[in-house]
């Protein structure tokens, strides 16, 4: 590999603390230095002037499809999505066909990263078979097969006897275990979130209840177990609290929230639009300003997308009869940039939350430009307006919420170990 510097670029390194203006060199697809100024002879240059230059981003919820719908995403696919929005990590989630609950799979999800993303990704494994939600798999295997966490997300272990010895055994293995908190009995048939909306709209309502009860006995069972209980996809003030006092309590207990859930309330769903239909749903106003909150009030650690692709047959029906979930790797960076212009949050400190949080979650490298670290690195233009097209991305689907919007704030650079594989002026260039 050669030498390359990215020049004199806002450099945003929630790791080391640093925002200032610096250069960045890389060699052998690592960090090599971190100065006001470096040398550039020999080097490949690349200017950042104006622009930002951070840790690539590292997305904990993601779904690939792959093995079994590879007609809505593969590997492939979302990989190079992943990094034209600026995330060089991606985690996988396990509800593919088949479930992720054998090394097998773990085997061939990591191979044809391998071979055809562009993206790091690391798969999250079932917690239980078939996601079912009664027998634990093997974690110690699916663990050394390459499995980084263990979630049934997209459901939930109801059983709470199931989900004591869950997090019991993921002590044993020293592994997080991600939970989608909806008690399902509470949620019914509802497909958006009950209130004022789903009574306009005439559709039945999920409550915010239904999120909060599942959200308190996890937290209650990771006291009991001395687990690490990390709560996927928050949508609701009242998670936002239950965790804030858990954590005053000094339980292990992390959080993500979606860009969806910081940014759009239930009323984006009036339309019947079923691309804003998503699991847990579109919330309140008063939800949304609780985990904008709470995320900058660091109760919340990290922003994660829960990029769930859909087919366009699949979501063009009835709203009660569409799949939930919407896209959102390519347009994720500028929809949270919406924190900083509100005063929210610090451009550091949405690095921190977009990369260095997120890597320390999943325990594994990333989210520094630490000298040494491997040279995983985004250039960013928060200034820059953009017209979304999602039938001009990357991913195989379309179910965007913010198709036709312009947005502002845009990916320009990616780097994977030191190389270039996304260029906004040339697109994807790796593999």
């Known amino acids: 590999m050669g030498r390359i510097l990215i020049r004199r ?155 004591r010895r869950v997090l019991e055994y993921s002590c044993m293995v020293d592994a997080p275990v991600i939970v989608h908190a909806e008690d399902c009995t509470l949620v019914g048939h509802g497909v958006v979130n009950e209130g004022p909306v789903s009574t306009r709209l005439g559709l039945p309502g999920n409550p915010a209840v239904a999120e909060a009860v599942h959200v308190a006995r996890d937290l209650l069972l990771a006291q009991l177990t001395g687990a690490h209980l990390h709560v996927a996809h928050v949508s609701t003030a009242i998670a936002v609290e239950l965790i804030r006092r858990a954590r005053e309590q000094g339980i292990h207990v992390t959080a993500e929230v979606t860009p969806h859930h910081l940014t759009l309330t239930d009323e984006a769903t009036l339309g019947y639009d079923t691309n804003a239909k998503v699991a847990p749903p579109l919330r309140s106003a008063a939800d949304v300003r609780a985990c904008r909150k709470g995320l900058a009030e660091g109760v919340i650690d990290a922003i994660a997308t829960d990029h769930a692709p859909h087919a366009v047959h699949e979501k063009d029906v009835e709203f009660t009869a569409a799949p939930s979930g919407l896209i959102g790797l390519e347009t994720a960076f500028a929809v949270v940039l919406d924190l900083v212009r509100a005063g929210e949050l610090q451009p550091l400190e949405l690095m921190q939350r977009m990369s260095a949080n997120p890597a320390r979650i999943l325990r594994r490298a990333g989210g520094s430009l630490a000298v040494g670290a491997p040279a995983d690195v985004v250039v960013l233009d928060p200034q820059k307006e953009w017209l979304y097209d999602p039938a001009k991305g990357f991913s195989k689907s379309r179910n965007s919420p913010w198709a036709g919007r312009t947005l502002v704030g845009q990916v320009k650079l990616t780097l994977v170990d030191g190389r270039v594989v996304y260029d906004v002026a040339r697109g994807v260039l790796l593999p």
């Not at 240059?45 to 104006?50: E, M, R, T």
């Not at 590997?75 to 190079?80: C, D, K, L, Q, V």
């Not at 990591?110 to 993303?117: E, M, P, T």
């Not at 974690?139 to 097969?145: D, F, N, P, V, W």
């Open 9 to 163: 670029g806002r450099v945003l390194d929630a790791s080391s603390n640093r925002d200032e203006k610096a250069d960045v060199l890389i060699e052998d697809g690592r960090i090599a230095a971190v100065e006001p100024s470096l040398d550039t002879s020999g080097a490949e240059a690349i200017d950042a002037g104006g622009l930002w230059v951070a840790p690539g981003f590292v997305d904990l919820h993601a779904h690939l499809r792959e093995p079994g719908q590879e007609y809505k995403e593969d590997i492939a696919s979302g990989g190079r999505a992943a990094v034209a929005g600026g995330f060089t990590t991606l985690a996988c989630m396990a509800n593919t066909h088949p479930a992720n609950d054998d090394p097998a799979v773990t085997d061939y999800i990591l191979d044809r990263a391998r071979q055809d993303s562009p993206a790091r990704v690391l798969p999250i494994a079932a917690a239980t078979k078939g996601l079912e939600g009664a027998v634990m798999t093997e974690m110690s295997a699916i663990l050394r097969a390459g499995a980084v966490a263990f979630s049934d997300d997209g459901k939930t272990i109801m059983d709470s006897g199931v989900m």
